[in-house]
């Protein structure tokens, strides 16, 4: 007797997908093997996905006949595994085994977050860029990300995406948006998930300041007619927030005219 195994079409498996077992029992001798059995053991890890229950009584084998079976199998864990499978005829003697050596592969779910610009003044608009990664060797299937805007970030963009199947090594982008609309620290949060279970999260945290003017302007009361009037005018920012594309106006009453700024 001789028993060989292999997986057809598959060079390795991946994590909770069933992938097929081709087992081959051949009759090497002149006379017929009766009674003969096949075991099939799997390694810790492996099971069958299609039932299949071993030892499995395969009768008689005349001389030179090939049986063959296909076992449906499935892994729950990634790594390299040996199952051996064995063959006996309890009349003959005759016995044969060999081992089915095979890789399963796992994806492996990673993200990471940045927020642009990490401070920014209220009433303006800010980005967080989301980037999902498959750093494993088998794909992520049904990958969606959402972020958790936080009270005072008002979003602007959708808070969920669908990217679909990620191949090993593949990274996708994904900008959300929203409107900083109250002052102080926020951590905003980014989740991703995939099937079996996958999931990973990453925060950024965004400082959301506010700029207050104040202006004060000085001078005399009285002014004789003709006579020049200088006047001092001091502005202030009393907040935390950058001032940007500030602009001091100054009405001149009736009857004045600047002479010099």
Same mark, same amino acid.
Request: charged letters at 20%; proline letters at 7%; glycine letters at 10%.
């Given at each position: 007797?001789?028993?060989?195994?292999?997986?057809?079409?598959?060079?390795?498996? +991946?994590?909770?997908?069933? &992938?097929?077992?081709?087992?081959?029992?051949?009759?090497?001798?002149?006379?017929?093997?009766?009674?003969?059995?096949? =075991?099939?053991?799997?390694?810790?890890?492996?099971? %069958?996905?299609?039932?299949?229950? &071993?030892?499995?009584?395969?009768?008689?084998?005349?001389?030179?006949?090939? !049986?063959?079976?296909?076992?449906?199998?499935?892994?729950?864990?990634?790594?390299? %595994?040996? $199952?051996?499978?064995?063959?006996?005829?309890?009349?003959?003697?005759?016995?044969?085994? $060999?081992?089915?050596?095979? *890789?399963?592969? =796992?994806? @492996?779910?990673?993200?990471?977050?940045?927020?642009?610009?990490? /401070?920014?003044?209220?009433?303006?608009?800010?980005? %967080?860029?989301?980037?999902?990664? $498959?750093?494993?060797?088998?794909?992520?299937?049904? +990958?969606?990300?959402?972020?958790?805007?936080?009270?005072? !970030?008002?979003?602007?963009?959708? =808070?969920? /995406?669908?990217?679909?199947?990620?191949?090993?090594? *593949?990274?996708?982008?994904?900008? %959300?948006?929203?409107?900083?609309?109250?002052?102080?620290?926020?951590? $905003?949060?980014?989740?991703?998930?995939?099937?079996?279970?996958?999931?990973?999260?990453?925060?950024?945290? #965004?400082?959301?300041? /506010?700029?207050? @003017?104040?202006?004060?302007? #000085?001078?005399?009361?009285?002014? &004789?007619?003709?006579?020049?009037?200088?006047?001092?005018?001091?502005?202030?920012?009393?907040?935390?927030?950058?001032?940007?594309? #500030?602009?001091?106006? =100054?009405?001149?009453?009736?009857?004045?005219? +600047? /002479?010099?700024?």
């Amino acid at each position: 007797l001789e028993v060989d195994c292999e997986y057809p079409g598959c060079t390795e498996a +991946v994590v909770n997908r069933p &992938f097929d077992k081709l087992i081959t029992v051949r009759n090497t001798g002149d006379a017929p093997a009766e009674a003969v059995m096949l =075991d099939d053991q799997p390694d810790p890890g492996l099971s %069958f996905a299609d039932g299949t229950s &071993f030892p499995m009584d395969l009768g008689t084998i005349a001389p030179g006949q090939t !049986i063959t079976k296909t076992v449906r199998m499935i892994a729950d864990q990634g790594g390299q %595994f040996t $199952n051996r499978v064995l063959v006996s005829s309890s009349t003959s003697g005759a016995q044969a085994e $060999n081992v089915c050596p095979i *890789e399963v592969v =796992d994806g @492996l779910l990673a993200i990471m977050k940045v927020c642009e610009p990490q /401070v920014a003044n209220a009433g303006t608009e800010v980005s %967080f860029v989301v980037t999902v990664t $498959n750093s494993g060797r088998g794909p992520l299937e049904n +990958v969606m990300v959402r972020d958790d805007y936080p009270a005072g !970030i008002e979003p602007t963009s959708q =808070d969920a /995406v669908t990217l679909g199947t990620l191949a090993p090594g *593949e990274s996708q982008q994904v900008i %959300f948006t929203g409107m900083a609309e109250q002052p102080g620290t926020y951590t $905003n949060t980014a989740t991703a998930q995939a099937d079996d279970g996958l999931q990973a999260s990453a925060n950024a945290t #965004t400082i959301v300041r /506010v700029p207050i @003017l104040t202006v004060d302007k #000085t001078g005399p009361a009285t002014r &004789f007619v003709g006579r020049e009037a200088t006047y001092t005018i001091k502005v202030t920012n009393t907040g935390d927030g950058v001032a940007r594309d #500030t602009v001091l106006t =100054d009405p001149i009453p009736a009857g004045t005219k +600047v /002479v010099k700024i």
